[in-house]
């Protein structure tokens, strides 16, 4: 079995599995001060929940955009789970040419993302007498991660990844909002009954919600127009169910992308064997 992990800014996403089948998905509070041995015991912990311990995990994969935390959780898994992991880097070759510059500002996970999502997700041009299959991707994709930064990111159907928009999480602006103005209270971001707030906890949580449906039209659509190619939508992470339910600009919504780009990844260099 395959352990996959995508340690992000606030929470770190767990996936085992069993060739193509997510068996289990964990997630933890990311914290940078995890020792070697408090990040076993954490995980050790969150698969017995599960019925599932160390034993039969063969192999693992690791995309982490917390540095600090990146060698404890790799001498973690080498010394109690026995396996050395893959870690995604800027050096690794992903077998997407990355087009941003420097290549290797581009966040692991936000590669992965894109590997997953294009792999999946991208449509298939008919190939020499309409065989299904046998053509060439003719859709770039643009994934949209809710996560601490909410991020777009674009790739070509070759495919290329060309870029992105990098974003305020919801969570970071409405922290924003209940530092700098004193007299509003802090309140959880959801839908609200209406757009038009009839009290301040409505009012707040309308701009924040609805903000964020309209941020994400607006950056959608003027990727679209910059670009030559039909584009499908992935959204994924925390708030992506709910906002895709507000818009038609998402057509898609996969929360377990960034688990899925890793075990592809882990696929493909495993069967190159390098």
């Known amino acids: ?3 996959a992990i ?5 929470n770190s996403s767990i996936g085992v599995f069993e060739g193509e089948r ?10 940078r001060d995890w020792t070697r041995d408090e990040f076993a015991i954490k995980l050790e912990r969150a698969l017995a929940l599960q019925g599932m311990d160390f034993e039969g995990i063969d192999g693992a994969v690791l995309a982490s955009v917390v540095p600090p935390v990146t060698e404890p959780i790799v001498a973690a898994l080498a010394r109690y789970v026995g396996v050395e992991a893959l870690v995604v880097t800027p050096m690794l070759d992903t077998g997407m040419p990355v087009l941003y510059e420097p ?7 936000r590669i992965v993302a894109a590997i997953a999502a294009h792999e999946r997700y991208a449509r298939i041009d008919p190939g020499p007498g309409g065989v299904p299959g046998a053509g060439q991707t003719n859709t770039a994709i643009i994934i949209v991660d809710f996560g601490t930064a909410t991020t777009f990111d674009v790739v070509s159907p070759t495919p290329e990844y060309l870029g992105g928009v990098i974003a305020p999480g919801v969570g970071i602006s409405a922290d924003a909002l209940f530092r700098r103005a004193a007299k509003l209270p802090r309140v959880d971001v959801a839908k609200p009954a209406s757009v038009v707030g009839r009290n301040t906890v409505g009012a707040i949580q309308s701009g924040l919600f609805y903000g964020y449906v309209g941020l994400v039209e607006g950056v959608l659509a003027r990727i679209r127009g910059e670009l030559s190619w039909e584009a ?4 994924t992470g925390g708030l992506a169910r709910k906002v895709a339910h507000e818009t038609a600009s998402i057509d898609i919504v996969d929360d377990n992308l960034m688990l899925e780009g890793l075990r592809l990844l882990h696929l493909r260099k495993r069967k190159s064997g390098s």
């Open 6 to 10: 995508d340690v992000g800014n606030s």
């Open 1 to 3: 079995m395959l352990l």
């Open 103 to 109: 290549a290797q500002d581009v966040g692991a996970d």
């Open 232 to 235: 499908r939508v992935i959204a």
């Open 22 to 31: 997510l068996r289990c998905e964990l997630r933890l509070a990311t914290h």
